[in-house]
């Protein structure tokens, strides 16, 4: 009797947890998302740009392979690994870099990933002056093939598909800590919301989401599993309580 009460707990528990994200399909397909104060933006398999304008995805004058949005700004990777940046109504060329992922949701700072897998930082003042020849970028000791931002920590995904943190970031030290510490699990892609949530896919495609994580303990405490996606996922982001994941086949959901 009572380890039949255990199960029946145990799949209620599921059952529940599973029922907590309402989502909605949203027309087109991805490769690529992400969100931050409000706006969503995606790519697609031909590097084409779109917004998330409340029921659709609208296609804006962009090709990109990458794109971020957040308090950073806009900012786009194209295929030739040239940053552009939304500045005065018109995306403009950021002269001195190339990057093949951008991120813009720490705390005005950009970071990026260049071809080779080094990894940069640009300070909040120097990416609020604009794009400038002369902005003092940062190159952090290690290597990554993703980097994502939040308030207060950093996390990124190695080739190997190890996790790693860069605790303390803030607006004027990009760099944080100065130094990547591990984080238990392996993933292939990993997203720090805009309010400190984190989301990541793994590779064999399941979805997970950081418990435990605040200021106090940036590294969190466990991985749980999310379940969206029938097929498996390929990414994810998170922004003012609404979670936006690509399938495995490019289908995007919306979730609450």
């Known amino acids: 009797m009572k380890v039949c009460q255990c199960i029946l707990l145990l799949f209620s528990h599921l059952f529940l947890y599973t029922l907590a994200w309402n989502c909605e399909v949203i027309p087109g397909t991805l490769k690529q998302i992400d969100a931050g104060l409000g706006i969503v933006g995606g790519v697609n398999n031909d590097n084409e740009v779109f917004l998330f304008l409340g029921t659709s995805f609208e296609r804006i004058d962009l090709s990109a392979k990458h794109f971020t949005v957040g308090p950073a700004g806009e900012l ?26 951008v991120d813009a949701g720490g705390d ?17 003042d120097n990416n609020n002056v604009g794009p400038s020849s002369d902005a003092p ?40 800590s100065n130094v990547f510490e591990a984080v238990a699990g392996a993933l292939s892609m990993v997203e720090v ?19 435990g994580v605040s200021i106090s303990n940036p590294f969190g405490s466990s991985w749980t599993n999310i379940y969206i996606c029938p097929n498996g996922h390929k990414h994810v982001t998170f922004d003012l309580g609404w979670l936006y994941v690509i399938c495995s086949d490019g289908s995007v959901r919306r979730c609450i």
């Not at 786009?76 to 992922?101: R, W, Y």
């Not at 308030?151 to 030290?173: D, E, H, K, Q």
């Open 108 to 124: 005005q700072i950009i970071v990026g990933v260049s071809p080779v897998d080094d990894v940069f930082c640009l300070n909040k």
């Open 76 to 101: 786009g990777a194209n295929s030739s690994n040239n940053v552009v940046k939304f500045v005065d109504g018109s995306f403009k060329l950021i002269p001195g870099v190339q990057f093949k992922q």
């Open 137 to 176: 970028w940062i190159q952090l000791a290690g290597k990554l093939k993703y980097y994502s931002c939040g308030p207060y920590s950093c996390w990124g995904v190695n080739s190997a598909g190890n996790i790693l943190i860069r605790r303390f970031v803030t607006g004027a030290a990009c760099g944080g």
């Open 193 to 211: 919301a805009t309010d400190g949530n984190i989301f990541g896919i793994d590779p064999q495609g399941n979805l997970l989401q950081r418990v």
